[in-house]
């Protein structure tokens, strides 16, 4: 499912948070870099932060198993999840899976 959103975020060079409804601004005029696998961006995350895996999982309320389950890269959070974690991590879906913004893309009228 996420291969999936990565690529439907790609098609329509938009940011996950327009896509799924959390920001009226696409930024489309803006371009990704390749992520890295979730899990990394994950444990990164929570380096960053300073959170404990403990920590997110009483803010959050996953459970221990899907949680290791990302970390592991064994699965993968849902959409509903990743929302869920973007909050509990002050931050945007895209910079959650690691969607950095790389260049601003030149939009060229031909009239």
Known sequence: ????????LEIFTC??????????NPLTDVSYAPTKPFS???????????MSQYA???????????????LKGNTHPYIDNL????????????????????AKVEVVNED
């Open 1 to 8: 499912m996420m291969n999936n959103f990565l690529k439907i």
């Open 15 to 24: 940011s996950a948070d327009f896509l799924i409804g959390l920001t009226d």
């Open 83 to 102: 929302i869920k974690l973007s909050h509990a991590f002050d931050c945007s879906v895209d910079e959650l899976l690691g969607r950095e913004q790389t």
């Open 56 to 70: 997110l999982r009483k803010i959050t309320g996953f459970s221990y198993d899907n949680f290791n389950q990302w």
């Open 40 to 50: 990394q961006r994950f444990q990164q995350l929570l380096i960053e932060r300073k």
